[in-house]
């Protein structure tokens, strides 16, 4: 089975930049990214892509009208694909049985649907949206009820693991591709074919195949792990605050021990993210579906923690500046969930910003890449009051402009530019006491304090 041509349904932050990354590795390969959303396909057919990822443009670029097309056509995009990755959203549910936690799978089914209506020939599906476990059989129950006659499919699971901001690099050279498949002849073949489209510009021995069922929760098992070195970091930040200790210190310390290894242990003010937060409800909710309470509880705590370490950022300010925030100004640095990307979803940002307004705080925010519009949008719907917003809600253009007059000033993104301010300036612009809150632990400790602030670094005891 070679595969010659490929359809993606869902031009989102996954299914954009990867369908972009296959098409400029496989020049043979005609690769077509689709989504009914008209103005995010115009989008990546502009010079102002959708997604704001370093590097992204010149990977579009070198493959955009060449074998790299962006369209609204859905249907006759599916009907010419050998392989249709399946790269729709995948929310928590908000109603219902499994509310809050439970994966919301309506566009997985739609897509399906959609696909079983418009096939002929052999395709194969594949699951590049992170599902919960057993989510294939459910696809390929829609399409052998729904198929034409002459249709055949192998559903295929390859969960997609690049992060935000470093998307183009990990697509470009990924710890491991892990692709699922049943292990029958026809299965077999399917995965083969996959397998030999990331064969383009991936070694071999970095690509893992096992069972469908594997894969799939490896992806939500692989999200979790990561947050939960987070949330296991951030518990022991406020440890280190309460003690002296220092938690960068100590992260390096742990982190040289080869069995711990240094990634994943930067405290912040919480992760944040599409993922991380639905990836870890989504896994509570299979265990507990599956019976197994005490590893639901277990996995739920890394949210808890996650909730608590926004929430103590958002009292130390409060306790800090004398238990009052009512029409104080205070500066925020950073609004997306991290740095080298204009993602806020599930941003702590978003979290510490409405909790501040509700202390009636005045916040002059900044963000190099967030526009005001997203910010003020975020806001609304995290329950802030329109009037609020309005009233006590400035977008600035700049740092300086953040601070001048501030009472505080808070980093929330650990934007690389945040690192390099003139703080003397930002010293002079702000009200005294000069209160710094890094929740990124990226400015310098010592020097804010010689240069006259009252700073409070994330992890760092007093
Ligand atoms: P997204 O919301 O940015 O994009 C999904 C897109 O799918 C939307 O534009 C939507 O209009 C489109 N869509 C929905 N139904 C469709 C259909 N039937 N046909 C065509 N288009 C359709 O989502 P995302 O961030 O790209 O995430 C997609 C999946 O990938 C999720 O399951 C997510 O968990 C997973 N994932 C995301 C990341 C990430 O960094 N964002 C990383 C790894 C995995
Ligand atoms: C994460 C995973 O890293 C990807 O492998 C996965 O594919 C993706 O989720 C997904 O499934 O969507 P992403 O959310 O884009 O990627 O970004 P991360 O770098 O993982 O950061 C997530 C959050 O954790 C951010 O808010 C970040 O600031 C925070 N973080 C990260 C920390 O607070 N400390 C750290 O040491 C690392």
Redesign the pocket.
Known sequence: MKVTSICCLGAG??GGPTMAMIAAKCPDIRVTVCDMNQGRIDAWNSDELPVYEPGLDEVVRSARGRNLHFTTEIKQSIAEADLIFVSVGTPTKSFGIGAGRAADLRYIEAAARLIAEVSHGNKIIVEKS?IPVKTASAIEAILAANATTEATFQVLSN?????????VR?LESPDRILIGGKPTPEGEAAVEALVSVYANWIPREKIITTNLWSSELS?LV??AF??Q??SS??SISALCEATGADVDEVARAIGTDSRIGP??????????????QK?LLNLVYLCESFGLPQAADYWRQVIAMNDWQKSRFVEKIVRTLFNTLVGKRIAILGFA???D?N?TR???AIHICRDLLHERAHLAIYDPRVPGETIRADLLEAGVEASIIDEQVEICPDPYAAAESAHALATL??WDEFRTLDLARIRDLMLKPAFVFDG?AILPHDELQALGFSPFTIGKGD
């Open positions: 932050y996954v992170t969960p997609e693991f690049l992060a935000e901001g470093t998307a990990d992806k692989a999200n990561l947050a070195r987070i970091i951030n990634k994943f242990l930067k405290s912040s003010v919480g992760f944040g993210g599409s993922c991380f990836d969930f991290k740095k990307t993602d599930e941003s702590p993104t650990e990124r």
